[in-house]
């Protein structure tokens, strides 16, 4: 419950982007990409919808299919993160990007857990264009579970339009 708190609470904390007017040239409001690592885990394909040309809200998908061979032995899980983030532009493509999430956990860890929910932090740069290209982003993406900090990244790839 405290996780629900912490997130809901970033959202409002947030919510005054919507009524200040927006200086900066409109960003493209949809962006998709590629993360390896990141708040998913391994990979995960992304969507992010840009509200008010610094404010983000993002889907994520990521599966692992189970794997057994004389190296690995892995379960399967399917994550599917959603995270509330906020640009600060350093200049017109260049972003500092800061936020917060949660991933939702399905299937069961190496470690035996099963289903979970993890808060995670974002703190990254953002390659962003003006107009329609390629995004590039840099993020560190610390994970919180069960009241235990664990530092991780993630790198990604993609496209707005």
């Not at 040239?25 to 962006?31: A, T, V």
């Not at 399905?106 to 995004?135: A, M, W």
Request: charged share 15%.
């Amino acid at each position: 419950m405290k996780t629900l708190k912490l997130f809901f609470a970033s959202i409002i904390f947030n919510i005054s982007n919507y009524i200040l007017p927006q200086t900066e040239n409109q960003l493209p409001r949809n962006n998709y990409y590629f993360e390896i690592l990141g708040n998913a885990g391994f990979w995960s394909f992304n969507y992010e919808r840009i509200i008010k040309n610094s404010s983000i809200i993002k889907l994520g998908l990521d599966y692992v299919p189970r794997m057994e061979n004389s190296f690995i032995s892995s379960p399967s899980f399917l994550s599917i993160p959603i995270d509330y983030c906020y640009l600060f532009s350093l200049n017109g493509n260049v972003k500092i990007e800061l936020g917060t999430g949660l991933t939702f956990y399905f299937g069961e860890n190496n470690f035996g857990d099963k289903d979970r929910i993890l808060v995670n932090g974002i703190l990254g740069y953002r390659y962003q264009p003006i107009e329609s290209g390629t995004i590039f982003r840099i993020t560190f993406t610390p994970v919180i579970e069960s009241g235990e900090f664990r530092p991780w990244f993630g790198i990604s790839f993609g496209h707005n339009f």
